[in-house]
């Protein structure tokens, strides 16, 4: 399997990595906040890390939910993280005419999972030379991503990845079948798991979505367990304030001890 760079962290060489962050970009001040505490964290356990926020949701549930500051203050914004505080960033983009932009600054470009299958979308991501990461559909069976990657390898991209976060399992469900993680894997690219988004209700609380936060240890556990490459989660210093997704996001105080736990998992198993 080939080793995905991103940054100056490597993905696939057998050592654990987290992709972790709050949802959205909710201020400058924020953002620098978490990345740096996200950071120090990681460094006290000697774990890859890269830093993720969305600078625009665009699929919110609701019309009035805040979607974030957009893509030009929010890259500038992922732009000083990453130059000051030294760490690789990630965000996804909705739109092919995005990805030139956005890989000005990303170190890795994020597909979301409803976009996983839009043609134009992949490959002008590919065309980038920027490591992609597609998120797999709610909606698709991990052995129907091997089209999706076709797309992105048509570029002649060799950076790639893929993401497990939950399939839907009824209306405002969704289940994490781990069993993706191997088979998603057989395709020959390293493969992360979302644990928070597979603990999200879609739309659950009627104009937002809601989530099962308190599964998130026991499926990161569960994920280390099964084999990965990276852990992927949204995290926040005060989730029941956060401005999106704050329902299945961590509590910060809670990653550093969750994560030596998954690492030493992670090791066992290597």
Known sequence: MPAVSVGNVH???????????????ESREHARFMAETLRDITARIDIGFIFKASFDKANRTSLDAYRGPGIV??????????????????????????????ACVLDLIQIPAF???QTDL??????????????????????????VIKKVESTHNNQIMLTERGTSFGYNNLVCDLRSL???????????LDVTHSLQLPGGQGESSGGNREYIANLARAGAGFGLDALFMEVHDNPEDALSDG?????IDDLEELLKQVKQI???LK
């Not at 000083?80 to 990805?99: M, Y």
């Not at 490959?123 to 991503?145: E, H, R, S």
């Open 11 to 25: 993905i696939g060489r057998g050592d654990l990595v987290l992709i972790a962050g709050p949802c959205v970009i």
């Open 122 to 147: 992949l490959i002008a991501a590919g065309l980038t030379g920027q490591p992609v990461n597609i998120k797999k559909g709610q909606f698709m069976a991990p052995w129907d991503m091997a089209n």
């Open 266 to 268: 992670h090791k066992v």
């Open 247 to 251: 329902a299945n996001s961590l509590k």
């Open 182 to 192: 191997d088979i998603m894997r057989k395709f020959g690219w390293p493969v992360v």
């Open 73 to 102: 203050e929010g890259l500038d914004i992922l732009k000083e993280i990453k130059f000051s505080l030294k760490v690789p960033v990630t965000s996804d983009i909705h739109l092919p005419q995005q990805a030139v932009e956005a």
């Open 115 to 117: 976009l996983c299958r």
